[in-house]
């Protein structure tokens, strides 16, 4: 092969090594955020966020992203109306999933108990306390737990709580999911978006 053409490989091997490069560096920053919750952030500032789908709104950390999953639902569970999550940490944690279902019964009993089933569904699912939780507006239930993800030698333990409700038939399960090394950071977080909650149906 003539020099000519090796010197027109070296510009794409360089920028090959580069993003590799980058690559690793991100992982090596995500692992790190992991394992160190001191280098996790509380959040600061929040913003009102509207969900037309899912008929209700509440006030979010400013500087987190939201998506309303839209009549399509998320890959196809149509119950899963949006997700709210930070962008500072690894895996989108800490999160927000909120679903929404129709009861003709009206019960708030039957709300919980779709909700706890929901949770349920994690593949290591850890309940530590179910109890009444009423906000200003709206009677409720908190629903505390812990979900293991990932396999042994990256294990992930997440802390939730799970906020039941019902207005005019329309029952809601709102998941404030964290990892358990930033838990300490996101409660006071979590707490005040449950008081935010304002439904629209």
Request: charged share 15%; net charge negative.
């Amino acid at each position: 092969m003539k020099k000519g053409k090796i010197s027109i490989f070296i510009p794409i091997i360089v920028v090959i090594i580069l993003a590799a490069l980058g690559c690793f560096i991100l992982v090596l920053v995500n692992l790190y955020k992991l394992f160190n919750p001191d280098q996790y952030i509380a959040p600061s500032g929040t913003t009102t966020y509207n969900s037309t789908f899912g008929h209700f709104a509440l006030n979010i950390p400013a500087t987190w992203a939201y998506l309303d999953s839209g009549p399509r639902g998320n890959q196809h569970d149509m119950e899963e109306v949006s997700l709210i999550h930070s962008l500072s940490s690894p895996y989108l944690n800490p999160q927000v999933t909120i679903l929404r279902k129709d009861f003709i019964s009206g019960k708030l009993e039957d709300v919980v108990n779709w909700g706890i089933a929901r949770a349920q569904g994690h593949e290591i699912y850890q309940q530590l306390s179910i109890e009444p939780y009423n906000t200003q507006n709206y009677a409720g239930y908190l629903n505390t737990y812990n979900t293991i993800l990932g396999p042994p030698w990256l294990e992930r333990v997440n802390e939730c709580m799970d906020w039941y409700t019902i207005d005019k038939q329309v029952g809601y399960s709102f998941q404030f999911c964290a990892l358990k090394v930033y838990w300490p950071c996101v409660k006071t977080t979590f707490d005040e978006m449950i008081n935010s909650i304002e439904l629209r149906n």
